[in-house]
């Protein structure tokens, strides 16, 4: 539900900010990407946060932000109200979906993570996929704004009747304050460079597309959509053939997949394309999260997710403001080199520190099983 929402605004953003704010395409690129330069500040916290608060504590915080921010893009308060409700709405996902994550993490069995993760990510890109409809279907900024506030006031009723486990370490909690532990930097910038794609996916694909013609209106769709199925049929091949594996082989078709959509000039390539994308896109994460679970202890699990993820949430602003000024400039197709040069650094940075190659312990499972 609260990535519906998130996803609803998607396709409605560009036109409104270009069409009826009449913003240039640096300022459309700054203000999409707003929500994700300081959902990286809110994932540094909101991981111990979690770690220190709860699970339940931090995701009801971040969907309260997220309700407060579809009163912001409601357009009696202009390009200012957009600019400050993408900071509301990015710090509140940045919460919402930390808790999350780390809760999944919490519930699975160790020998199961990327298939749990995949199933959970199931339900975020079920939102996501649904949203560009339900954004469609509205047709108007302000029904999408009302919509982002109901629904993240139905979530927030619903977590707050959950119950929450009792956490898993048994000393004090860590103390709230930003925390990226070591074994993190490296697949936070692998994930990173793979994940400009999503800038160039959400910002540009939709204006792209209408810049070439009719036809491709469902082609993010076409994108959430094949990230939807693949996380939730294919979420436990990190675990079975490996996360390096399946790391790679999403890298290869989310480059290919870039590369298309930047060639062809049909629009029936173009969404299957933005599938294959989708396809690619699909890998990266759990795979890497994989990685990182592996290599901290329980105590400190929200705030190494939380910390990955904000690599995500860096590159993704930071995509954004350069696609923005590169489509300013060279026209909308330089946005998608752009995403597939980036993707292609990913694999080169995974390739060179070997990510993903250290097996699991042998006893893992049994060891946390019993809460060692």
């Known amino acids: 539900m609260g990535m519906l929402a998130f996803g609803a605004m998607i396709p409605l953003l560009p036109i409104y900010l270009r069409d009826q704010l009449h913003s240039r395409p640096l300022m459309i690129g700054f203000v999409i990407g707003l929500s994700s330069a300081f959902a990286v500040a809110g994932r540094l916290f909101a991981g111990p946060t979690a770690d220190a608060k709860g699970r339940k504590f931090t995701f009801a915080v971040g969907i309260s932000l997220c309700a407060c921010a579809g009163i912001l893009y409601l357009p009696v308060f202009g ?25 999944v993490v919490d519930l699975a069995p160790a020998h199961q993570r990327a298939q749990a993760l995949g199933f959970f990510a199931s339900g975020v890109w079920g939102g996501l996929s649904l949203g560009p409809l339900a954004g ?33 370490h048994r000393h004090a909690p860590p103390p709230i304050k930003m925390n990226i532990p070591g074994s993190v930097w490296v697949p936070g910038f692998v994930l990173g460079f793979a994940n400009v794609a999503y800038a160039a996916m959400a910002g540009f694909l939709v204006l792209l597309l209408r810049d070439r013609g009719p036809g491709g209106k469902f082609a993010f769709a076409s994108f959430a959509v094949c990230v939807l199925f693949t996380r939730t049929l294919l ?15 999403g890298l290869a078709m989310l ?50 997710l939380g910390a990955l993820n904000a690599f995500f949430d860096l590159f993704v602003s930071l995509g954004a403001l350069a696609a923005g000024a590169l489509a300013g400039t060279f026209g909308y197709t330089s946005v998608f080199w752009l995403a597939a040069a980036s993707a292609g650094c990913a694999a080169v940075i995974a390739w060179v520190t070997g990510v993903g190659r250290q097996t699991p312990v042998l006893g893992e499972v049994a060891l946390e099983e019993v809460g060692v």
Do not use: C
Request: aromatic content about 14%; overall charge neutral; proline content about 4%.
């Open 136 to 168: 469609q279907m509205f047709g108007d900024w302000q029904y999408a704004s009302f919509f982002v506030t109901g629904s993240s006031l139905v979530v927030f009723a619903v977590i707050w009747l959950t119950e929450e486990q009792a956490p898993l």
């Open 79 to 103: 390009l200012a109200g957009v600019t400050l409700g993408r900071v509301f709405h990015g710090v509140g996902e940045a919460f919402f979906m930390t808790a999350a994550v780390t809760w």
């Open 235 to 249: 979420g436990s091949l990190p675990d079975r053939m490996g996360p390096r594996k399946t790391l790679f082989l």
């Open 255 to 304: 480059i290919a997949g870039l590369v298309l959509i930047a060639i062809t000039r049909n629009s029936t390539v173009a969404t299957f394309a933005s599938a294959l994308v989708g396809l690619g896109y699909s890998f990266p994460w759990p795979s890497l999260a994989v990685v990182v679970v592996r290599s901290v202890g329980n105590n400190e699990r929200a705030s190494a």
